[in-house]
């Protein structure tokens, strides 16, 4: 239906089309209340207040719905964005769940009113017209929020605008010299860019710490592109730094490999994490591990990837998403809790080539 609809306009998505009408319609639903109170004798003042609360109920569920919909198709941006379509989507549901406690009350005091008149109706009203206070100035912060992810973020403007940027090269190593650390770049408010070459097998146990048994990963060196891992078992290896709102992205090869593979984002010292991993059976998942207990918050399928790959996972507020080759693939939300570390997780057998891991924060810790 979705695409039907988009098909007959320019627009990319219903939310655009429809995001206006719960603001006209909750703002016009209060002024004519009020004026339905000055005139209280004119019975259909009221009642045509009592319609538009309703169609701005209505209109606010349709818009939420489909700015989910538009959401799950922009691919991935870049974590302030990521911050404020959280903080939009947030106030948005709680925009269209006060608007439509609002037109309950409001049709329900109509309709007592048309019954038996009396206090119950009144008061009835009277809450019903300061809900929809609240929920008018809900309206008004969730389409400033909206408007701050276009104007200022340029999401959804055009397909080049909505990706995450992407960061400028570094420099060469000097040759004949082994130094891994040249290539882990440090940016604005702590952010890391890391690009290794396949002598960078020193990597491990410097600045690249373990999580889990040491022996399960190793690095070899040799041809290729990337730092490669010679994976036997699960580990975690866990990058410089703490976070807490970020965009994570690594780049593989998993050519010469089976298993699961996957970021993990705010570890704390007990191991409790938020993981999104992918297996080269096809198999995505986006969980939370505490202690020995991990919990599934969604999960998807794709293609069977033996091939080099690009994941991607955020984490806004209580948002958590993963994509794989900038596709959004599972969405999920829960607290992750204190910012903590990042790392690059695997669980498998044979060689994983790391060609890059970036991590870009909303604020520094």
């Not at 396949?198 to 999580?211: K, N, T």
């Not at 490999?257 to 994490?273: E, N, T």
Request: glycine fraction near 12%.
């Amino acid at each position: 239906m979705n695409e039907f609809v988009t098909s007959l306009t320019a627009l990319p998505n219903l939310h655009p089309a429809v995001v206006h009408f719960p603001v006209a319609l909750a703002f016009t639903a209060l002024v004519l209340d009020l004026i339905a109170l000055v005139f209280h004798r004119k019975s259909w003042l009221g009642q045509a207040a009592a319609t538009l609360y309703g169609l701005a109920a209505v209109g606010a569920v349709a818009a939420y719905f489909a700015g989910r919909q538009a959401a799950a198709g922009l691919g991935a941006i870049s974590v302030r964005a990521e911050v404020v379509l959280a903080d939009h989507a947030d106030l948005a549901l709680l925009t269209s769940m006060i608007l439509v406690i609002a037109s309950i009350l409001r049709i329900g005091a109509s309709l007592r009113a048309t019954k038996d008149p009396g206090r119950l109706s009144g008061a009835l009203r009277i809450l019903a017209l300061i809900a929809l206070f609240g929920g008018a100035l809900l309206v008004g912060q969730t389409a400033d929020l909206g408007g701050a992810l276009v104007y200022r973020h340029g999401v959804a403007v055009t397909p080049q605008q909505a990706q995450a940027p992407q960061p400028a090269p570094l420099p060469p190593a000097p040759v004949g010299v082994e130094v891994p650390e040249l290539r882990l770049s440090r940016g604005e408010a702590g952010a890391l860019d890391w690009r290794p070459i396949s002598q960078d097998i020193d990597a491990l146990g410097s600045f690249l710490s373990f999580v889990g048994d040491p022996q399960a990963v190793g690095a070899v060196s040799g041809d290729g592109e990337g730092l490669g891992l010679e994976v036997n078992g699960e580990a975690l290896l866990i990058l410089p730094g703490t976070f807490d709102d970020l965009v994570a992205t690594a780049r593989l090869d998993l050519g010469a490999f089976d298993g699961i593979i996957g970021l993990a984002h705010h570890v704390d010292a007990s191991g409790a994490a938020t993981m999104f991993t992918v297996s080269t059976a096809g198999e995505v998942q986006l969980m939370q591990r505490s202690g020995q207990k991990d919990t599934a918050l969604d999960t998807a399928a794709i293609p069977q990837c033996h091939r080099v790959v690009e994941l991607q996972t955020s984490a806004a507020g209580n948002h958590l998403k993963g994509f794989v080759d900038g596709k959004m693939t599972v969405h999920g939300h829960g607290a992750s809790g204190d910012a903590g570390s990042v790392g690059l997780f695997i669980n498998g057998r044979g060689v994983v080539r790391v060609l890059g891991v970036s991590v870009e924060p909303a604020s520094g810790h």
